[in-house]
């Protein structure tokens, strides 16, 4: 018998090769991750580079078909956020030139301040944002509108910020319980909008930001009952949590680190992979895509749109839940008045931006987040008021949701050639 | 019991539906137009802070009321921009454009007042202009509850017949109800579904612009950053619960705007036992019973919520 199907021993070589560079590639990448969470800026530089390097590598060095196979389409998809971005920031500069303000200025101490000086705040800012843009998402995946995020993040960070002041268990076992409990009594905060929707078809828009109202405005009662008592020293603020629960900090293992940076972005960008499996490659997450595209289609196919309904509204609770838990097990360790408000109304930002596509959440919520931390350091260092990022993000969002505008733009243009 | 409820209530409750019949009326314009108006809330605030501004600076509140109408229709031209035009989702678009409300008005504010949060307040509000219409209001129980209220509220009795009026009655009404049915049979008639829709929309600028004034300037003298506290969305579900009427959203605001006095008097009245924020939420979860109650029995516009295009248009 002929062994001519086995690979010659320079083949094997060789193959041996290209896996260990792909390995040290892959490697060097998550190394300049955990560098780049760790409060090292030009870590990133690794982030970009390597990418490039194993595309690189697996085009066997043809820069040619690199660049046509790999950055082109890239450069493609991105042209159109990249156009929404610059023409947002022309109208906030116009905006500031009006009012007084000297954009330049503004604009350098935003970047320097969001992406270079502060970034770790930006990270501690991107965190609930991935969880609250996740919930927008996976109920935005079957067509249906979590507007009320805001208010399963508060059941979250109540739940927490109670049971945190009173378990006395070891962190490891607690903090995987308190995300459990924090996050299916959030879930359940979404029963009453999924009966409504499912049985009489109340539109979930009213009904979830109703009862996110109702959690906001009720959180001064439960504030109060643990430990923001008018007597006490801090009114409006409760006990703070044990501390054998707060998430590890990065500076405990990376000296460098931002001292208050937690690891709550690794657990975010975890239950991003995880959402971004649900959706795309199980049974449910198929028929809630089904349900998204097309509800008529998917009940002629046999799937039951009421139970997706539910799946997706209370899955959506279970993650706008787990952005209050980890808020509070991470950066705040104890629940204050109004903690924060507005993660709810960023997340859907955050989700309209990256097109509900959960991976691309992660970077959506980073960039935002480093928008809100680039603001705060421009209005302390230039005193331009950071309100002006909320305009700039509002004006970003609506050139990047309103595709169609590109399609009329070049529409015109091209009759006005004809 | 009989201090908890007396005249004075009922007067607190006209007085306190008044942002949200107004809104409610732009609503149901909009909605059977066909276009969903989730921007209302974003819309609201805008008026409340131009309203106030303008009020401020010119000292005059009847400047700052058409400030705010003016303002408001402004802003709700981008959503009918941004739905008619440009065929984006009517939800996403007026979800975006509350985002944008709240930006525009926390910069706005620090750049008027040089601070975030509550406004100088305004030398006279309109609540000042309060009079009693003579003869009328020596009506019993309806003269003090109706005909002696401040402007705007005025101003909403007479929005609520005229546009009970144009739906009803005119051939206008009769085309924007059939842009919500059936826009197609619309077009084909020689009615243009796009201009119904914008002049729908422009309606409803025009009402809760005139709403965010009267809470900024007439219920109140200052502006206070998220002073509408989710009223827009009250008056959508005013409107729904009032099945897409006129007179069916003007009962469903008076209802909430029962709620809510009631919360006021319950919280003056002072129940040690109770905690006085189980009465604030007492305006939503009304809110959440009356979409869940009511919404069976009546029926949405046919085409709400769904974009329109003629050149794809099927049936």
């Known amino acids: ?418 | 019991m009989s201090e908890l409820f007396d005249l004075n209530l009922v007067v607190a409750m006209v007085r306190l539906s008044t942002p949200i019949t107004l809104a409610a009326i732009g609503a149901v314009i909009c909605e059977r137009s066909g276009i969903v108006n989730i921007a209302m809330e974003g819309i609201m605030i805008i008026g409340a802070f131009f309203a106030a501004t303008i009020a401020y600076y010119t000292g005059n509140p009847w400047i700052g009321m058409l400030g705010g109408i003016v303002f408001g229709m402004l802003f709700s031209l981008i959503h009918a921009v941004a739905t008619v035009t440009l065929h984006l989702d009517h939800v996403v678009s007026g979800a975006v454009l509350n985002i944008l409300a709240f930006g525009m008005t926390r910069y706005l504010m620090v750049q008027f007042f040089g601070h975030p949060g509550t406004s100088e307040p305004i030398p006279t509000s309109l609540g000042a202009y309060r009079f009693a219409v003579p003869l009328l209001s020596d009506i019993p129980i309806i003269g003090p509850v109706l005909f002696n209220q401040t402007p705007i509220v005025y101003l909403s009795f007479l929005i609520i017949i005229f546009f009970w009026f144009v739906t009803r009655r005119t051939k206008v009404g009769l085309h924007i109800r059939a842009s919500g049915e059936h826009p197609l049979a619309l077009e084909t008639i020689g009615v243009s579904v796009v201009r119904i829709r914008y002049i729908s929309i422009l309606t409803s600028g025009f009402t809760c612009g005139l709403a965010g004034a009267f809470l900024s300037i007439e219920n109140n003298t200052t502006f206070t950053e998220g002073m509408t506290n989710g009223r827009g969305f009250i008056a959508l579900a005013a409107n729904i619960s009032g099945g897409w009427t006129i007179p069916g959203a003007f009962i469903g605001s008076l209802f909430f705007g029962f709620a809510d006095a009631l919360q006021l008097r319950i919280q003056s009245l002072g129940f040690e036992a109770v905690p006085e924020e189980l009465f604030i939420i007492l305006p939503y979860v009304a809110t959440i019973i009356a979409v869940a109650g009511l919404v069976r029995h009546s029926r949405a516009p046919k085409t709400l919520g769904a974009d329109f295009r003629i050149e794809q248009s099927s049936d």
């Open chain 1, 1 to 418: 018998m002929t062994n001519n199907q086995q690979p010659s021993s320079s083949v094997l070589y060789r193959r041996g090769v290209a896996i260990v560079i792909r390995v040290l590639l892959i490697v060097a990448t998550m190394i300049g991750v955990v560098l780049y969470l760790a409060s090292n800026f030009w870590a990133m530089a690794l982030i970009i580079l390597m990418p490039l390097l194993l595309l690189f590598h697996r085009e066997h060095g043809d820069i040619a078909a690199l660049w046509q196979r790999s950055i082109l389409p890239f450069l493609r998809t991105i042209t159109i956020p990249a156009i929404g971005f610059t023409t947002a920031f022309i109208v906030g500069a116009i905006i500031m030139i009006i009012t007084g303000d000297n954009p330049l200025l503004a604009y350098g101490a935003l970047f320097y301040g969001g992406f270079v000086k502060n970034w770790s705040i930006s990270l501690l800012n991107a965190v609930p944002l991935i969880f609250t843009g996740l919930a927008i998402c996976f109920a935005f995946r079957a067509g249906l509108f979590n507007i009320g995020a805001e208010g399963q993040y508060y059941v979250g960070a109540m739940v927490t910020a109670a049971l945190g002041i009173y378990l006395d268990i070891p962190g490891f076992l607690a903090i995987p319980l308190l995300f459990i409990i924090g996050g299916l009594l959030a879930a359940s905060y979404n029963i009453i909008p999924t009966l409504l929707k499912v049985k009489t078809g109340a539109h979930e828009v009213i009904t979830t930001m109703m009862l996110a109202h109702v959690a906001r405005l009720l959180s001064p009662l439960m504030i109060r009952n643990f430990g923001g008592h008018i007597s006490s020293p801090h009114p409006l603020v409760t006990y703070e949590i044990s501390e054998r629960l707060w998430l590890p900090l990065f500076s405990s293992f990376l000296p460098n680190a931002y001292y208050r940076l937690h690891t709550g972005i690794l657990i975010a960008i975890g239950v991003a992979l995880c959402t971004h499996y649900v959706i795309n490659h199980t049974k449910i997450g198929f028929e809630i895509r089904a349900v998204g595209y097309n509800r008529r289609a998917a009940r002629a196919q046999g799937i039951s749109v009421g139970k997706i309904y539910a799946v997706a509204l209370l899955g959506s609770g279970l993650l706008a839940g787990l952005s209050g838990v980890v808020e509070v097990l991470g950066l705040n360790h104890k629940l204050f008045e109004n903690i924060n408000a507005g993660y709810g109304w960023n997340g859907i930002s955050v989700a309209l931006l990256a097109g509900n596509n959960p991976i691309a959440i992660i970077f959506t919520a980073i960039l935002w987040g480093a928008l809100d931390a680039g603001g705060q350091y421009m209005q302390r260092n230039v005193q331009t008021p950071n309100s002006i990022v909320e305009i700039i993000k509002g004006i970003v969002l609506f050139l990047l949701v309103a595709k169609y505008l590109y399609t009329f733009v070049f529409q015109k243009i091209r009759r006005k050639q004809s």
